[in-house]
């Protein structure tokens, strides 16, 4: 199955969800959006209002910060892909529980598998902790580590930075590191999932930036 065709099944899949008690207060599914080819991806945690209103990610106010983000280090939207651990809006904006993470956990790891991205950003610590478990985001955010063959890079989510404002520099200085981390991630070997058997659970491995 091509990419596109794999990410049209899945957001197909999300819409009609029942896996979790999240669909019963959802108006939209929020599957994610951007390039099949996209060189990075960017994880959110879940919708918000305006999100679950549009069916889209990242478009109310931290959905504005992160285009003008992207646009600092010369990129828009259009050139990433953008999902979120789970597809559904928790209720009043809460943290999703862990059967949430679980039930919305294969959908981003097809979509992960199918784009290939160079380079994975976590925004906020629970997209940090699919890939990162037991880290604190005040510790590793900006670091790049390989994480099962991939490229990682831990971040505050943006709506926090909005909520507290002395994270803006350090958002921003993480920022401007992505397209020195893609182009040394798209010197290396594309990477291929192994075979299950072949499968061995590894440490992330934290890399210097310079």
Same mark, same amino acid.
Request: glycine residues 12%; hydrophobic residues 40%; proline residues 7%.
């Given at each position: 199955m091509k990419v596109e065709e794999e990410l049209k099944q899945i957001a197909q899949e999300v819409a009609v969800c029942t896996r979790c008690n999240l669909h019963y207060s959802r108006?939209?599914? !929020?599957? &994610?959006? &951007?390039?099949? /080819?996209?060189?990075?991806?960017?994880?959110?945690? *879940?919708?918000?209002?305006?999100?679950n209103e549009q069916g889209r990610p990242f478009v109310g106010q931290a959905g504005k910060y992160l285009d003008e983000l992207l646009g600092k280090i010369g990129m828009k939207r259009s050139d990433v892909f953008i999902a979120n651990v789970v597809k559904c809006r928790p209720p009043g904006n809460r943290d999703p529980l862990p059967e949430e993470l679980s039930a919305c956990s294969e959908y981003?790891?097809?979509?992960?598998?199918?784009? /290939?991205?160079? $380079?994975? $950003?976590?925004? *906020?610590?629970?997209?940090?902790?699919?890939? !990162?478990? /037991?880290?604190?985001?005040?510790?590793?955010? &900006?670091?790049?580590?390989? !994480?099962? &063959?991939?490229?990682v890079v831990a971040m505050y989510h943006p709506a926090a930075a909005l909520h507290q404002g002395s994270l803006k520099p350090t958002l921003e200085r993480d920022f401007s590191q992505l397209p020195q981390l893609i182009a040394r991630a798209e010197q290396a070997p594309v990477y291929e999932d192994r075979p299950a058997e072949e499968k061995q659970q590894q440490p992330p491995k934290q890399l210097n930036l310079f």
């Open positions: 108006k939209k599914a !929020v599957p &994610g959006e &951007g390039p099949a /080819n996209a060189r990075i991806l960017f994880i959110g945690e *879940g919708p918000g209002f305006h999100e981003l790891e097809r979509q992960i598998q199918a784009i /290939n991205p160079r $380079v994975i $950003v976590t925004l *906020g610590r629970y997209s940090m902790a699919r890939f !990162v478990p /037991n880290a604190k985001i005040s510790e590793i955010h &900006g670091q790049s580590m390989q !994480v099962k &063959g991939r490229l």
